[in-house]
T-cell receptor, first 115, second 114 residues
């Protein structure tokens, strides 16, 4: 069964450093998303991406965050200057033509720890 | 704004017993509704969804959920729990005709005792 692949599975970084979280969505999917889950809290929407541009972003997704689909297969989330409160599990997801009818496919997540 | 409430952050059942995980939502329009399951060290897997039509929805692994508009609920059930059902379960809602983003509940961790 097709999978969404996220790397790395765990990342530890120092406060103020830049991190890039990588995702390989399912090959024929058109919609891409990042969500995050701070330990003990809800899974929260960060951003959606379609047709090579951001289609929606949440209040969390401020200027410190950016997304990119650099080569037609990868989908990355960059945090420019990490803060302690960025520590969370970050989930990438992708969806085919009709995301709500078909549902998303989520990756296994990257656990980011900012120290 | 949409919201999802999952009653009970932890639910414990015996193997073979009924599983009932509760989900209530708040939405200004009838939403799309989803249940996701997360096994340890894995991603979120879609269990079932309600978009339109029959209000009783069947999903994978013997789970089903019923959309009750009058109660704004979408509770998840399974007649007989199996040890392999131990996982965290998330209810989610999305706005019909609006944003495709999902709004999640806090999750319910299901423990199945032998």
């Amino acid at each position: 069964e097709p999978e969404v692949t996220q790397t790395p599975s765990h990342q530890v970084t120092q406060m103020g450093q830049e991190v890039i979280l990588r995702c390989v969505p399912i090959s024929n999917h058109l919609y891409f998303y990042w969500y995050r889950q701070i330990l003990g809290q809800k899974v929260e929407f960060l951003v959606s991406f379609y047709n090579n541009e951001i289609s929606e972003k949440s209040e969390i997704f401020d200027d410190q965050f950016s997304v990119e689909r650099p080569d037609g297969s990868n989908f990355t989330l960059k945090i420019r200057s990490t803060k302690l409160e960025d520590s969370a599990m970050y989930f990438c997801a992708s969806s085919s033509r009709d995301p709500l009818e078909g549902g998303y496919t989520f990756g296994s997540g990257t656990r980011l720890t900012v120290v | 704004a949409q919201s999802v409430t999952q009653l009970g952050s932890h639910v414990s059942v015996s193997e073979g017993a009924l599983v009932l995980l509760r989900c209530n939502y708040s939405s200004s329009v009838p939403p799309y509704l989803f249940w996701y399951v997360q096994y340890p060290n894995q991603g979120l897997q879609l269990l079932l969804k309600y978009t339109t039509g029959a209000t009783l929805v069947k999903g994978i692994n013997g789970f089903e959920a019923e959309f009750k508009k009058s109660e704004t609920s979408f509770h998840l059930t399974k007649p007989s729990a199996h040890m392999s059902d131990a996982a965290e379960y998330f209810c989610a809602v999305s706005e019909r005709g609006g944003s495709e983003k999902l709004v999640f509940g806090k999750g319910t961790k299901l423990t199945v005792n032998p």
